[in-house]
């Protein structure tokens, strides 16, 4: 299995920037891509972005140019910058661990507030 916490979250000002971490343990050596999802707040969850081993990148068009994801492998961990943050990205924010033939795990989701 593989567990994944992530951490970061908090209360920012509009326009300001956030760095999301998530540390994954367990069965890490067999995880293929990661990424982020967010849910807000009566809205269903939706993806934001995914690295793959390899570090190739992938982007929700909604999120591109404020929304970097980067993967250290040898730290097991996944980081999501977000910049320009508007109230909108107000949302509790999921990372996620693929592995072939083992599905996907999810960390348990850190909140983040934009709020002045």
């Known amino acids: 299995q593989v567990q994944l916490v992530e951490s970061g979250g908090g209360l920012v000002q509009p326009g300001g920037s956030l760095t999301l971490s998530c540390v994954a343990s367990?069965?890490?050596?067999?995880?293929?891509?990661m990424g982020w999802y967010r849910q807000a707040p009566g809205k269903q969850r939706e993806w934001d972005a995914t690295?793959?081993?390899?570090?190739?990148?992938n982007y929700a068009d909604s999120v591109k140019g404020r929304f970097t994801i980067s993967r250290d492998n040898g730290k097991n961990t996944v980081y999501l910058q977000i910049n320009s943050l508007q109230p909108d990205d107000t949302a509790v924010y999921y990372c996620?661990?693929?592995?072939?033939?083992?599905?996907?795990?999810w960390g348990q989701g850190t909140q983040v507030t934009v709020s002045s």
């Open positions: 996620y661990a693929d592995r072939p033939f083992r599905g996907r795990s």
């Open positions: 367990g069965s890490t050596s067999s995880i293929n891509a």
């Open positions: 690295i793959t081993s390899g570090g190739s990148t």
